[in-house]
């Protein structure tokens, strides 16, 4: 368990001795706040760097240089100056990373397999950061996974798009790396747990999206492999695959996220993002399965409150918490 004390204030009212106060100081750590400031400042900084290089279009060899001159920058830092340029090592880790990988989307974009490219760069990703132990670029080895089975994202003006050809396999995937990182994280030292818990937590936004886009569009399974290329062919193979519909996730997820908001410990990450993810889930499925008339949205209002005081009667009456 992790409690915050204000030293200056017990060594004042005598509650602690002020020869052990300093002790207390002395062993403990600096704040989270400042530290997570510096790290969010860190990471866009690293990748406004290596954005701005890729926006100057230089040639794959300068930017294979660049990107790998950097990393042997952070090695050089991390394993010579030590904890105190430690942030500075990752800063030159990340840029190097994103570079790395920049340069194999750069180079392999037009591949004549969409499959190695982003196994490459979600390989890259992970050594990195493993070498480092950077949260950061584990979530993004993560993320690169999905683009292994063809998921992604877009971007237009004022417009975002998610896309996740393979929901099925998505969850299945990302459930088992889920489960396995959450295993794993109790048998590692300290240096690891970081990078576990982050892969863990990504793998469970990853399975929800798979559900979310498997809700909205059923799904035909291993479409983004066998469908062809062309419409006709995507839709002469449709009509002999397998198909799961919309239903089965929009249930499966729902009952999903029931069973993480009652079982996972309470305030934890499984917990809050699960109450997260099924209000997504209900607004989504008011609009898209139920439509949006005043009946519909009388009867979801009855029942969102009606969770509601469920979920606040069961957080008053368990007592304890712990993080996931």
Do not use: C
Request: aromatic share 12%; hydrophobic share 55%; net charge neutral.
């Amino acid at each position: 368990m992790k409690i915050s004390l204000d030293i200056d204030a017990l060594i004042a009212d005598g509650t602690v001795p002020r020869e052990l106060g300093e002790v207390l100081r002395a062993r403990g750590k600096p704040a989270a706040g400042g530290t997570v400031a510096i790290s969010v400042l860190l990471i866009f900084g690293a990748i406004a760097v290596a954005g701005g290089v890729l926006a100057y279009d230089p040639s794959a060899t300068v930017g294979l240089l660049l990107a790998a001159t950097a990393l042997g920058a952070g090695f050089t830092v991390q394993n010579m100056l030590g904890a105190p340029w430690r942030l500075l090592a990752h800063g030159l880790a990340i840029m190097g990373g994103l570079g790395l990988a920049g340069w194999v989307g750069a180079e392999f974009h037009d591949h004549e397999s969409a499959f190695w490219p982003p196994v490459a760069i979600t390989l890259i990703f992970g050594a990195i950061a493993a070498a480092f132990r950077n949260t950061f670029l584990a979530v993004m080895a993560t993320l690169s996974l999905g683009a292994v089975i063809g998921s992604g994202t877009g971007y237009w003006h004022a417009s975002y798009m998610l896309v996740v050809r393979e929901s099925f396999i998505t969850i299945a995937l990302f459930g088992a790396l889920a489960a396995g990182a959450y295993a794993l994280r109790g048998r590692i030292r300290d240096a690891w747990q970081g990078l576990s818990t982050a892969v863990a937590r990504t793998a469970v936004i990853m399975v929800n999206f798979g559900f979310w886009v498997g809700s909205l569009w059923g799904d035909h399974i291993g479409e983004h492999w066998y469908a062809g290329d062309s419409w006709q062919a995507a839709a002469d193979w449709r009509e002999s695959a397998l198909y799961l519909p919309e239903a089965v996730f929009s249930i499966g997820w729902a009952a999903a996220l029931f069973a993480l908001i009652l079982k996972a410990p309470r305030g934890g990450f499984l917990s809050v993002s699960s109450i997260v993810f099924l209000g997504i889930h209900f607004y989504t499925q008011i609009f898209e399965t139920l439509g949006a008339e005043p009946f519909t949205m009388i009867l979801g209002g009855v029942l969102a409150v009606a969770i509601a005081v469920y979920l606040s009667r069961r957080a008053f009456l368990t007592s304890g918490a712990s993080a996931a």
